[in-house]
């Protein structure tokens, strides 16, 4: 048996309730959660009743007899590899309030998922005491972690205040969350009515500041008051035009670094529309405080549409062909948390992976770093957390992806490249490519080559256009980013509008677009091409002689190159399945697009070496406190 973390609690019962204290010089690491802060969240990913029943709310599980209850899960773990190998914690303290009577033990696994007993406990006809188990992080350099266990056989155990917490090194760094907004008003307000919804986790920052950059200001509605007046006087909000997710989050980076060192404030930056899990404030200001050296400290990315599902637990960029996100290897991906192994084991992060970078939904950025690397380039958005985390590499400071601290996020297989953003992601990657490689152009141009050509004989005339653009204002040099890549993001934006096929179309639209049926008959790939270059070479010689299928419908998993290719106008699938595009052969803007991106590309690769030198000398302006003060019109 189970309920909701809100079905019986509100808000005002969860600040009044009392709460034992952590002893005078230890930190609160890690709570022990049984549920999630939503119903929509499965809770398996945070405890496991393995056999018998139990009833589990957010911060208690009441075992039946015969009942075991294990907390080996993704928010249950304590990730003690990480720990091991970025901090010099030598010990963690789990903790509980237990009523009833049962054991209580203290797990721990190596990196082959071999389990050991570190600590257990009998209780008996216990009423609130508190029970204390203790484990050495001592071996787990190259994997394994902790979690607590709970069993009853006759009697009946209640659990609750489960508490993880490590002798501090040093006191919490005032930190402050940095929110940034564009006309996502409800997705904005959930997440911070989510803070507000968790007083304790709150209380590990200093403030929230929101940085409103749309059209559809968030102070507008009635809700916005409700939700400040809950968050007690901690939040901030900001108006400004719009400069981007990096000019979002910078200005509260820019805010928290105002002044002289000591009276500058970490920030963990956070997107608007993810569902929120109150308990990264506490893991990841945590952790910031124990490691070593300063340390840019994520939250990793869970799939909002299947929360079950971890995107990828630690990724990098292969920065001279233009592609982020790739995974380390040995990182999950696309990992259902709910799973198990062939051995029957829980799928979990066992062995450590380090990050190259962290995406910008949760990162923690000590604000050591920021005087050391300065500020994030005004690259309007993509690609700016990527170029951070590389710069940071450079100087020596490491980004780690931390397991067990996570936020659900709309997952990025749902979302279609032929969309205008897919400028800056191509624009940014060469400027990046340019800071942070040789930059010789040979790879790169041979990316984008491939790239180009895939996309022509794909009929993806606008995205074949928005590629060249990217290129040419790439050549442009620094000044593409005076004012911050707002003009360059309307510009995009009409230059696309002259493409029928990047506009979206809802499926009560389908018969406007079709002679009858047949046109819309569903035709799959039948697989990836074993010799890829002929393949393309094929289709293009079919397109010249005017060879193919008049018409078909296409869904989006099948709409690959060389299968869209096939036809003079295929109904495709967008890949958020809310609607479809049309592509048609047009022999006129094959030619014209085929032409430009030739000319673009050979001056990227003769002039590429030299713009990459005036990045190089520029970057430093660029990322300046000074720059981004003009950017806000600001007098700094």
Request: hydrophobic residues 40%; aromatic residues 8%.
């Amino acid at each position: 048996m189970l309920r909701t973390p809100d079905d019986t609690e509100t808000l005002a019962d969860r600040a009044a309730e009392p709460r034992r204290q952590d002893a005078p010089g230890r930190l609160l690491v890690q709570r022990g959660l049984f549920f999630g802060p939503s119903a929509l969240v499965p809770e398996d990913l945070y405890s496991k009743v393995e056999c018998g029943a139990a009833r589990r709310t957010r911060r208690t599980v009441e075992l039946s007899p015969a009942t075991r209850v294990t907390t080996n899960t993704y928010f249950g773990r304590f990730h003690a590899t990480y720990w091991q190998r970025w901090t010099a914690i030598p010990e963690v303290e789990a903790s509980a309030t237990v009523t009833g009577t049962g054991r209580v033990r203290l797990y721990a696994s190596d990196t082959n998922k071999v389990w050991r007993i570190v600590d257990a406990q009998d209780v008996e006809n216990a009423d609130g005491r508190v029970v204390r188990l203790v484990g050495k992080i001592d071996r787990f350099v190259d994997g394994g972690g902790m979690w607590l266990e709970f069993t009853t056989e006759r009697g009946e155990l209640t659990v609750t205040d489960v508490r993880w917490s490590v002798a501090a090194p040093r006191t919490l760094a005032p930190t402050v969350v940095g929110i940034c907004t564009f006309n996502r008003v409800e997705d904005c307000l959930n997440t911070m009515q989510a803070l507000a919804d968790d007083p304790e986790a709150l209380t590990t920052v200093e403030h929230v500041q929101v940085v409103d950059q749309g059209t559809d200001p968030l102070e507008s509605r009635t809700r916005f008051a409700e939700v400040s007046a809950a968050l007690g006087g901690k939040l901030r909000y900001v108006r400004q035009p719009n400069l981007g997710g990096a000019g979002g989050f910078t200005r509260t980076i820019f805010d928290a670094t105002r002044g002289p060192a000591e009276e500058h404030r970490d920030v963990l930056l956070m997107d608007d529309d993810v569902l929120l899990e109150p308990e990264i404030l506490v893991r990841l200001t945590a952790f910031a405080a124990c490691t070593t050296h300063p340390t840019i400290v994520g939250g990793q990315m869970l799939n909002l549409l299947h929360p079950a599902y971890l995107h990828i637990a630690a990724e990098y960029a292969d920065i001279e062909t233009l592609r982020a996100g790739l995974p380390i290897p040995g990182a999950l991906k696309e990992a259902n948390l709910l799973g198990t192994d062939k051995q029957g084991r829980p799928i979990v992060q066992e062995r450590r992976v380090d990050t190259a970078y962290n995406g910008w939904w949760a990162c923690l950025i000590p604000a050591e770093i920021v005087r050391r690397i300065g500020y994030p380039l005004p690259m309007f958005f993509q690609w700016d957390d990527v170029e951070y985390g590389y710069r940071a590499r450079a100087h020596g400071i490491p980004t780690v992806a931390l397991p067990g601290a996570g936020v659900w996020h709309a997952d990025f297989g749902w979302k279609d490249w032929d969309e205008w953003h897919r400028y800056f992601n191509m624009r940014n990657a060469l400027i990046t490519a340019a800071l942070h490689t040789p930059f010789t152009g040979h790879r790169t141009v041979k990316e984008l080559a491939t790239l180009l050509g895939h996309y022509l004989v794909a009929m993806h005339y606008g995205l074949a256009a928005t590629l060249i653009k990217a290129v040419e204002d790439f050549l442009e040099g620094p000044k593409s980013m005076n004012d911050g890549s707002v003009a360059a993001a309307a510009e995009i934006r009409k230059i696309r509008s002259a493409y029928p096929e990047t506009v979206i179309h809802a499926m009560a639209e389908l018969p406007e677009h079709t002679r009858d049926f047949r046109d819309t008959e569903v035709v799959r790939d039948r697989g990836t091409p074993g010799m890829p270059r002929a393949t393309w070479a094929k289709r293009v010689a079919y397109q010249i002689a005017g060879i193919g299928r008049d018409s078909a419908f296409v869904p989006a998993g099948d709409a690959h190159w060389w299968h869209v290719s096939l036809f003079k106008r295929a109904i495709v699938t967008d890949m958020s399945e809310m609607g479809f595009r049309v592509r048609e052969r047009d022999a006129a803007k094959t030619k014209d697009l085929a032409a430009r991106g030739l000319k673009a590309l050979k001056r990227l690769y003769k002039e590429g070496p030299a713009v990459a030198q005036r990045y190089r000398e520029a970057a430093g302006e660029l990322m300046s406190r000074g720059n981004w003060a003009r950017l806000y019109g600001l007098d700094d």
